[in-house]
């Protein structure tokens, strides 16, 4: 099974170097086998790591309990969130850098301590720094995003780039279940949903994440970005689009795509 996860992850390397979409991964560790996906993900972290690229954060994905379902899973996945693929706020995204790519509009965490150990609602809630608004940009190295669980979480979650509001909300002055989030896609709306769509809660995603962390002897940080999950429908992404978030309370982000 190693020769075969190696063949995977390096399936997946590839893709992200010629940008050219893959066959689904599923074919060298099967559908279920979610411990050998990690163990893919981790092979290609590894390497950027090797390369100098560093961790700022994770994002769960997998939040919509309906496409819980249609994958036949009970939980979500999680990626590594590495700092070259952030977008500061006024840059522009080059469209050459993504692969399939779909944007959401997503609650994000930044933590203000480490968070290990035995953690409950009330701990995770304490280490939160804030909340802000954000845009995950996701792209899929597998064609025509033929993905089940296995593909995703082999695939980084679906993980591309994101950017992140300059608004900073503490959590005691919003109820994140209710906040409402629309997506514009050049000046349209192309998606609607609230805090409750992402596990009933947000909290309820980082919470997971949190104790997954812990578990693993990989702790979320003092600093990390935690991009808890879209709130709505994944929208397509073209060259030259603009797309704006708006999350009720959180305030506003807006992502350029280059022509």
Aim: charged fraction near 25%.
């Amino acid at each position: 099974m190693e020769r075969k996860i190696k063949q995977a992850a390096d399936k997946l390397w590839e893709s992200g170097i010629t940008k050219v979409s893959t066959s689904p991964i599923r074919a060298f560790i099967g559908e279920t086998d979610l411990e050998s996906a990690y163990k893919v993900q981790q092979i290609n972290i590894n390497r950027q790591l090797s390369e100098g690229k560093v961790i700022v954060g994770k994002k769960i994905g997998l939040t919509s309990f309906a496409v819980q379902k249609q994958l036949g899973v009970d939980q979500p996945d999680y990626g590594m969130l590495l700092q070259n693929t952030e977008v500061k706020e006024g840059e522009t995204l080059n469209f050459s850098e993504l692969i399939q790519p779909k944007a959401e509009a997503e609650i994000a965490f930044v933590m203000s301590k480490d968070l290990d150990g035995d953690i409950t609602m009330e701990n995770l809630i304490e280490a939160i720094d804030y909340a802000t608004a954000s845009i995950e940009i996701v792209g899929s190295r597998v064609a025509n995003w033929d993905i089940r669980i296995t593909d995703t979480i082999a695939d980084n979650a679906s993980a591309s780039h994101f950017i992140l509001g300059s608004k900073k909300v503490k959590l005691k002055d919003i109820d994140l279940a209710k906040c409402e989030m629309k997506l514009l896609k050049n000046d349209e709306i192309a998606s609607t949903g609230s805090g409750k769509a992402c596990m009933d809660n947000p909290l309820n995603a980082a919470l997971w994440l949190a104790q997954v962390m812990a578990k693993n002897g990989t702790p979320l940080k003092a600093g990390e970005i935690l991009l808890s999950g879209a709130l709505g429908p994944m929208v397509p992404i073209e060259k030259g689009d603009i797309f704006e978030a708006h999350i009720e309370n959180l305030g506003n982000v807006t992502l350029k795509i280059s022509e």
